[in-house]
């Protein structure tokens, strides 16, 4: 990682914006019976897939990065408890979108964890 800045690679939270974005408007064109085409049923699984492999890339690179740098700067890792992190963010409608992407904050812990 000498040299590297962080190895966290492209895409990361955008690109699983964009595969989100994707599956919204594939949703859209069809209204309410898009779960009855089998083409944008297909395309949305599709995209579920991508956001599922982006996210569990990005936690472990994530948890990579934390790791090498907390003995680096001789650091302590500190994680919060995200039981209600949820039901909090439910509240505020502007917050949603975003929230939504970092729903994978326990897979983020998780890969912290296990790599510290």
């Known amino acids: ?16 914006l964009a595969h989100r974005v994707q599956v919204e408007k594939a949703q859209k064109r069809c ?3 898009w ?9 949305t699984e599709r995209h579920g897939e991508r956001i599922e492999s982006a996210s569990r890339n990005y936690a472990h690179k994530l948890g990579e990065c934390v790791t090498e740098l907390a003995p ?9 408890g995200l039981n ?16 939504a992407l ?6 983020i812990q998780f890969c912290i964890e296990y790599k510290a």
């Not at 680096?72 to 919060?80: K, P």
């Not at 209600?84 to 929230?99: C, T």
């Open 102 to 107: 970092w729903s994978y904050y326990k897979s």
């Open 72 to 80: 680096r700067y001789r650091s302590i890792v500190v994680l919060e």
């Open 35 to 43: 779960r009855y085409v089998k083409g944008v049923r297909r395309a």
């Open 31 to 33: 209204l309410r019976s």
């Open 84 to 99: 209600r992190l949820r039901e909090r963010a439910k509240k505020d409608s502007k917050f949603n979108k975003k929230f």
């Open 1 to 16: 990682m000498e040299g590297k800045g962080f190895p966290l690679g492209r895409g990361g939270p955008r690109k699983i």
